[in-house]
């Protein structure tokens, strides 16, 4: 006896005890069926947070004849020496590029080791000066990021989508008989929140990632600031003895 011969075998002799007992079965044009179960699957779209600090220099500059702050621009090795003296955590990739490992950012209870492509390019005459620069200014000095990598996050912690924006531009604006060093830095971060912060409130975790922010980049103003302007003390000093 195959397997559907007893299946019909079955259903008939239960069919014939429900009629001994006077129960009818209902017939089939009468039964309800339930509807088919539809799985219904929601995708939300989760958008990136930003975040961003802005921060400004504007200092005295002493120059002297034949060591202006301009050709001081044009030694872009040396001026990246000054703004990152620490050599172990940098290195030159080419002839406007450099890859940086930057100090942890430590966001809450996750650490991560940011590590950057920082361009310099000098522009003058005007030309393609960065928002916020006078077309007077003779000469400028602009910084940016070309490519970024988080380090030391564990996967748990990792965000599904990172970038790092920073935008900087330095340069000498000799206006009005008065020589000053201005400058300015942003920084922006666009990120969607790992799991391990997303049940913090934006409004704390926008606070905290901003303050980081901010001092990051003053940290930057503070080297430009000193050690920037100490190198091109010596820079006038070796230029001047060079001219003697």
């Known amino acids: 006896m195959g397997e559907t011969t007893f299946v019909k075998d079955f259903n008939f002799m239960g069919s014939a005890f429900l009629r001994h007992k006077g129960i009818h079965p209902i017939p089939r044009r009468h039964q ?22 802005k921060i400004t220099t504007d200092i005295p500059l002493y120059e002297a004849p034949g060591a202006s702050f301009d050709q001081y621009l044009e030694n872009k090795p040396r001026v990246f020496s000054a703004i990152f003296p620490d050599k172990r955590r940098s290195q030159q990739l080419n ?6 490992h930057m100090l ?13 492509d920082m361009r310099l390019r000098c522009k003058s005459n005007g030309k393609e000066y960065p928002p916020g ?3 007077r200014v003779s000469k400028v000095l602009e910084l940016d990021i070309t490519r970024w990598e988080l380090q030391g996050l564990q996967d748990v912690g990792q965000p599904s989508h990172f970038s790092l924006g920073v935008k900087g531009a330095l340069y000498p604006d000799r206006y009005g008989g008065r ?5 300015l830095l942003e920084m922006k971060i666009s990120v969607v ?11 704390a975790l926008r606070s905290v990632s901003e303050s980081v922010l901010k001092r990051l980049i003053e940290n930057m103003k503070d ?6 302007l100490a190198d091109y003390s010596r820079f006038r000093k ?6 003697v």
Request: hydrophobic share 40%; proline share 12%.
């Open 32 to 53: 309800c069926r339930a509807p088919p179960m539809r799985a219904k699957i929601r995708i939300q779209m989760v958008l990136p947070s930003t975040y961003s600090a």
């Open 95 to 100: 002839e406007d590029e450099w890859r940086i």
């Open 104 to 116: 942890p950012i430590e966001i809450l209870f996750l650490t991560a080791r940011p590590v950057v």
């Open 133 to 135: 620069v006078p077309s």
């Open 179 to 183: 020589n000053r060093l201005k400058g």
């Open 193 to 203: 929140v790992p799991p391990l912060l997303a049940l913090i409130p934006d409004d």
């Open 223 to 228: 080297k430009v600031n000193g050690s920037l």
């Open 238 to 243: 070796e230029r001047q003895k060079s001219l």
